[in-house]
């Protein structure tokens, strides 16, 4: 079965500081692995996917995610934090019976203080 | 350019009043999701169109219907509303093909049901 956990509820950082967002996954098969963003009162944005390639995976706003087999897991990082990346924060896999469904992980609230 | 429309962003509704919420996209996506979203929690799938099959997930109570006369809209039909349905309600596209599927879903801002 194919699931994802991203074990932190809530991660602080400073402005302007580096930050990691955990996810790992267990999944049969090759992984499709994604980061979804979600505003307050707004539906999800995708950030990034891993499908297959290059490890480091660059998306949108300045965010990477690092694929990482032998500790199946797939963080979510970012250099340099703003406040503007406040957001509860989605890592998700591909259903692999019905390539249209992806299985989301529980959230992680991202916050960054100025 | 909103890409995927739902309407209304706010519902309210009296407890066991039928309601309907409504999706639009503009993204010519053959296949069109309805999520359940609660206080910040995971988007739980209650069912999506892949064309015009219907997907129900197991376990989407009955109380939950959806319509898809077209390509751009989707309906989500709460036949009786009970207190516990109250969420955010997120309607999500992609465009998957056969022989392989980009999986990116694209999301509406979502409807917030009230049941009072």
């Known amino acids: 079965a194919q699931s994802v956990a991203q074990p932190e509820d809530q991660v602080n950082v400073a402005e302007g500081n580096p930050l990691t967002v955990k996810c790992t996954y267990s999944v049969s098969g090759n992984p499709y692995l994604f980061w979804y963003v979600q505003y307050p009162n707004r539906g999800l944005q995708f950030l990034l996917k891993?499908?297959?390639?290059?490890?480091l995976v660059k998306g949108s706003y300045g965010f990477e995610a690092e694929f990482n087999k032998s500790q199946t897991s797939f963080h979510l990082k970012k250099p340099s934090a703003l406040v503007s990346d406040s957001a509860l924060y989605f890592c998700a896999v591909r259903f692999y019976s019905s390539a249209s469904k992806i299985i989301f992980g529980s959230g992680t609230r991202l916050s960054i203080r100025p | 350019d909103a890409m995927v429309i739902q309407n209304p962003r706010y519902q309210v509704t009296q407890f066991g009043k039928p309601v309907t919420l409504s999706c639009s996209q503009t993204l010519n996506h053959n296949v069109m999701y309805w999520y359940q979203q609660k206080s910040s929690q995971a988007p739980k799938l209650l069912f999506h169109y892949y064309d015009k099959d219907f997907n129900n997930e197991a376990d989407t109570p009955d109380n939950f219907q959806s319509r898809r006369p077209n390509t751009s809209f989707c309906f989500l039909d709460i036949r009786s509303p009970g207190l516990g349905d109250a969420a955010m309600y997120l309607c999500?596209?992609?465009?998957?093909?056969?022989?392989?599927?980009?999986?990116?879903?694209?999301f509406g801002a979502g409807t917030r049901l009230s049941v009072l």
């Open positions: 891993y499908i297959t390639g290059d490890n």
């Open positions: 999500a596209t992609s465009r998957d093909h056969e022989g392989g599927s980009k999986n990116i879903q694209y």
